[in-house]
């Protein structure tokens, strides 16, 4: 907490220019009020709001019957701005300005570079309630709001943060903000940060920000089977320039290796990392007994594996790839026009066992799916009439079956994920992630509150929808594995 201190106040200040602002906005709110409830055609609103607020930021810029001096330094300088206010207002925000100016006309507060620099725009919001932020400044006017207890301010600049994650930022921002949600206790931001990371984690990877990511960050990451990215291969390939720039210790480097999926990286692929990465040369110990399971995983047939080893296990369970061989992208225009379908082929598993196999996916798109409670029925006011069901009763539907059944399905179920990817700040991002299994053919939920009739909609880019389909095979053990 930056340390303040005061003098005590020579004599009192007249408050007449504020207690005249704040009687004509109490009148001009009251006349409103009026008016609404009035259901007299001569009744106008007189609405001065604006011309209010301007006469408060008016107040605040020449410091027109100030009856209070904030003396704001930092330890980088020895010259302190000054701030010209009035008790009233910053009372009236801020509990803590509440209790400092109770015996004092004149306080000093120390505040860091960053939340100092920001500091005009935190007390001109005091007056006028209303600020404008950019990325970098996110975090420290978060500060200066929780500090001093702004609480709408605080809210604010949270709502801000969880809805630009997808902003561009030539440094990056959104691991900045998890670790600062985790060092303040904002669980909501957290889970918003760390759920953009898991989707969009391919981006994140190739960016400035992937340097900065934690120990625990990284292991959090690891450990989800939802990180959507392009392989294995690519997670590892990052993980490794994560370990060369930070050079953590020993055992924590071991944890790191050994939360890679190794099964779902090929078998070429693999002897190339044992030859030509310096990292796993390093730490071979360390991972040598996963390597040796994941050779064994790709010689032999799922069916054979699953009797002597146990699958039910994240190291045996993909992620969301998307390479072509996991999964297909499907472009749909104009959704709300009727229904669609397509086609696609998946490998049968991550096994090199079975590289050959191929299992075809038929997929159904309909944007007005009804159920039975709001499906058309006869009248008997009108004679064999039907009465139309409304469009907007509707929502989408997405149906995803194989298209053949195989003795090689033994031991394996399919889990579907279909990424929504919609246009926020001007990128590309998967908004929503839906997942299935095979004992169900259709997305109970799916787009459940999308309004894709508007070419505006939200879920909709350049009047189509983006939708990704993952097919993930799942094993199963045939015997208890004895421990």
Request: proline share 5%.
């Amino acid at each position: 907490m930056a340390r303040l201190t005061g003098t005590r106040p020579v004599a009192a200040r007249r408050w007449g220019c504020v207690a005249s602002a704040f009687l004509l906005f109490l009148l001009t709110v009251q006349a409103a009020q009026k008016a609404d409830l009035s259901g007299d055609a001569t009744v106008a609103t007189i609405n001065h709001s604006l011309t209010l607020l301007q006469r408060l930021q008016e107040l605040l810029q020449n410091g027109n019957s100030s009856d209070s001096v904030l003396r704001v330094r930092t330890a980088a300088s020895d010259e302190a701005k000054v701030f010209h206010t009035h008790q009233l207002l910053l009372s009236l925000q801020s509990e803590v300005f509440e209790s400092l100016l109770h015996n004092q006309s004149t306080i000093t507060l120390h505040e860091p570079p960053e939340t100092a620099a920001l500091f005009e725009k935190f007390i001109r919001y005091l007056y006028c309630g209303g600020v404008s932020i950019l990325l970098h400044q996110a975090i420290p006017m978060h500060q200066l709001a929780s500090k001093y207890r702004v609480w709408g301010l605080q809210r604010g600049v949270a709502d801000y943060m969880k809805t630009h994650l997808a902003s561009e930022s030539s440094q990056g921002h959104v691991v900045g903000w998890y670790h600062y949600a985790v060092r303040i206790g904002d669980a909501a931001l957290q889970e918003s940060c760390l759920q953009f990371l898991a989707w969009n984690l391919s981006a994140i990877l190739g960016s400035a920000e992937w340097g900065s990511v934690s120990v625990e960050l990284l292991l959090l990451l690891l450990e989800r089977s939802d990180l959507v990215l392009h392989s294995e291969l690519e997670l590892y390939t990052a993980v490794e320039n994560w370990l060369n720039r930070q050079q953590p210790e020993g055992p924590v480097a071991k944890r790191v290796l050994r939360a890679i999926r190794y099964p779902m990286i090929s078998p070429s692929q693999l002897f190339r990392l044992q030859v030509q990465s310096p990292v796993l040369a390093r730490h071979y110990g360390a991972v040598q007994d996963l390597l040796f399971q994941a050779f064994q995983f790709h010689a032999a047939s799922p069916l054979h594996f699953a009797k002597y080893f146990d699958v039910n296990c994240s190291m045996f369970l993909p992620r969301n790839y998307l390479a072509p061989s996991w999964g297909s992208q499907w472009v749909i225009n104009n959704p709300a026009r009727d229904d669609r379908s397509t086609s696609f082929q998946t490998q049968l598993g991550p096994s090199s066992h079975d590289t050959g196999k191929r299992v075809t996916w038929n997929v159904l798109f309909s944007p007005r799916w009804l159920p039975v409670s709001l499906r058309p029925v006869y009248s008997d006011s009108v004679s064999g009439a039907v009465q139309p069901a409304r469009i907007e009763d509707g929502r989408p539907r997405l149906v995803i079956t194989p298209a053949m059944s195989s003795p090689d399905f033994a031991g394996v179920s399919f889990q579907k994920t279909v990424l929504v990817g919609v246009r926020q700040q001007g990128r590309v991002v998967v908004k929503h992630a839906y997942s299935f299994h095979q004992s169900s053919d259709e997305v109970a939920d799916f787009l459940a509150h999308a309004d894709l009739q508007k070419r505006t909609s939200e879920y909709l880019i350049d009047n189509s929808l983006h939708l990704h389909i993952i097919i993930k095979p799942v094993y199963h053990s045939l015997i208890k594995v004895k421990k």
